[in-house]
């Protein structure tokens, strides 16, 4: 990769990383905010399946944007709308207010997916794009893990201060993005058009491309079962184990440094040695295994072992298949990262809402229905065939 590539590179992740670092800030004070403006449980969950919603009727239109009026616009309005988001959030004192700012990180996370995908793709070749996608999951993960712990210190300050913290690393990302990128060349990796019937492929339908299918497929299950794991594991181990704040902190927070560790290190050399099927193949497996095991654990070590351990079979399944999609994508790519984004929030929706229904029947019910989803995701990519290209 050359220089003005790795430069470009750097700018994308850094803006990334600001992004997700802003959306960790908000999390430690969302409880506050909720007893000021007196919400229930049942209410906050609306808002964020309002995120989820918006970026879900979004995502396939705005990956058609990013194909059509080009990378960089899309980036740099994503990140406004996101920085504006934030600040609406930090100034609302109703509840509609917040919905509309939850509304509006749907629309701006669609916006900025897609694009920053389709950007990756076009300025890496397909030897260099697992590591540099394994760069952009890490880079969105760390954001992750340093934002709460940086926002509980800001809480302290005031209790919206972390939301204006956010809209100020949002406006910055766009102002970085806006000076600094510039719109890449597209791919010359023209994969789809080598195989021919690019006309059978009009709108909507090319979700059912055997080129694609299976891999948004994938998505989801993958999705699904990790938002149904995350989303009720600090009630699973509270109720189950006893487990304080504290302990579930540790857990949730290494999980997550290992997964990114693991993206960097490992995601390249994999694919290079067995490719991204293969490896999608056992990431599914590993992580089934690892999910049914979380309801035979019963000490603490071994609960930090098996949740380390399936995230890091979460971690490298999405840049393994995002890799897969940028790789057969061709000129398409805003169109794929568009789907990549719509079936990842199809999963954010149904993961957590079927496994709080089936967590306040059983506590291990979650966990059973993630397992099975994740051997029908298996199951699915053991007739995955990578295309003659």
Request: net charge positive.
């Amino acid at each position: 990769m050359s220089k003005n590539k790795k430069i470009t590179l750097t700018i994308l992740l850094t803006n990334l990383f600001i992004a997700f670092l802003g959306i960790g800030l908000v999390i430690p004070v969302l409880p506050t905010i909720m007893n000021e403006l007196n919400i229930s449980g049942k209410v906050v969950g609306y808002m964020v399946a309002t995120f989820a919603i918006v970026q879900l009727i979004v995502s396939p239109f705005s990956g058609r944007w990013v194909d059509k009026i080009g990378r960089k616009p899309m980036i740099v309005t994503g990140l406004f709308i996101f920085g504006v988001s934030e600040f609406l959030f930090g100034l609302g004192k109703s509840v509609e207010i917040l919905f509309i700012s939850r509304a509006l990180g749907g629309l701006s996370a669609a916006f900025i997916m897609p694009a920053v995908t389709a950007f990756i793709a076009d300025i890496t070749t397909m030897a260099t794009r697992p590591k540099a996608l394994g760069y952009m999951s890490a880079a969105i993960n760390t954001g992750f893990i340093i934002g709460p712990g940086f926002g509980g210190f800001l809480a302290e300050i005031g209790t919206r201060v972390p939301f204006y913290t956010a809209g100020v690393l949002g406006a910055v990302a766009a102002l970085l993005s806006l000076l600094f990128l510039k719109e890449p060349e597209r791919s010359t990796e023209e994969v789809v058009a080598r195989n021919g019937d690019e006309k059978e492929r009009k709108g909507l339908q090319r979700i059912f491309h055997p080129l694609y299918f299976i891999a948004f497929v994938v998505i989801f299950v993958s999705t699904f079962g990790l938002s149904t794991f995350e989303s009720l594991f600090s009630l699973f181990v509270d109720h189950k184990f006893g487990f304080t704040p504290k302990d579930i902190a540790i857990v949730i927070t290494g999980g997550a440094i290992i997964g990114a560790i693991a993206q960097v290190v490992l995601l390249d050399p994999i694919v290079k040695k067995i490719g991204e099927i293969n490896l999608i193949r056992i990431a599914l497996l590993v992580s089934a295994l690892l999910a049914f095991a979380m309801t035979l654990v019963s000490s603490y070590f071994m609960i930090l072992a098996v949740t380390f351990t399936i995230f890091i079979g979460f971690d490298l399944i999405r840049p393994a298949v995002t890799s897969y999609l940028s790789n057969v994508a061709g000129n398409e790519q805003g169109f794929v990262g568009g789907m990549n984004s719509m079936f990842t929030s199809l999963g954010n929706i149904f993961g957590p809402v079927l496994g709080g229904f089936l967590f306040d029947i059983n506590l291990d019910y979650p966990y059973y229905f993630a397992t099975i989803t994740l051997f029908i995701g298996l199951g699915i990519a053991i007739f995955w065939k990578k295309p003659q290209l």
